[in-house]
């Protein structure tokens, strides 16, 4: 799973491999999402973690066992590295166990992406839409609020779309489906699966 490691109780900014994601996601919207606030994000987190008893612990430790502003940037920069990771230029398509589980789940692929486009609409103000594994071995899609990871309801994060605005209104402006729709285009599914 995804997870990082403060280098001398620093953490960095996790690096952008890519500019722009195919007319998806535009360059303009890139560097302001994570040049600006992914960064803001991560200052804010190194600011906060001296004195709080959670130094040198790894990301997702912290995002379970910290509250308030602590908490919103430890999860903001977990959310983002996740969010930011998992896109790519190839593997747009789920197999192996990732599609199994799918299959299982949700009847199909095309059933599974209109259920995760429909939480990811209909979650109202700023959050994050999840595909996680319960501690069953199933997938299940969660809706969750602001800074909110499933690592704190005990679920292992899998794929996530961002539905914070400033995700998508220099692309999209209000259209927020319209974006969700079209990031199935960039999802690197392998990324996905090496999560599971
Ligand atoms: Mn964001």
């Not at 995804?2 to 620093?10: A, E, F, K, L, W």
């Not at 004195?51 to 308030?68: D, N, P, Y």
């Not at 995760?116 to 109202?124: D, H």
């Amino acid at each position: 799973m995804t997870d990082i490691t403060p280098t001398n109780g620093i953490f960095e900014l996790p690096a952008l491999p890519y500019k722009a994601l195919d007319g998806v996601i535009s360059e303009t919207t890139l560097s302001f999402h994570h040049g600006k606030h992914l960064k803001a994000y991560v200052d804010n987190l190194n600011k906060l973690l001296p004195g709080s008893g959670l130094e040198g612990l790894a990301l997702t430790e912290i995002v379970k066992r910290s509250q308030g502003g602590l908490f919103n940037n430890a999860g903001q920069v977990l959310n983002h590295a996740m969010y930011f990771e998992q896109f790519g230029s190839a593997n747009h398509e789920p197999v192996g166990r990732i599609k199994e589980l799918i299959d299982k789940t949700f009847g199909s692929f095309n059933k599974f992406k209109a259920e995760f486009e429909q939480k990811g609409a209909t979650l109202f103000g700023s959050g994050w839409v999840w595909l996680s594994l319960n501690a069953d071995g199933n997938l299940v899609i969660t809706q969750q609020k602001n800074a909110e990871n499933p690592v704190t309801d005990g679920l292992r994060p899998l794929l996530t779309f961002d539905v914070w605005e400033h995700a998508y209104y220099l692309d999209y402006q209000n259209r927020r489906a319209d974006y969700l729709a079209a990031l199935w285009q960039i999802v690197d599914w392998k990324v996905v699966e090496a999560r599971l």
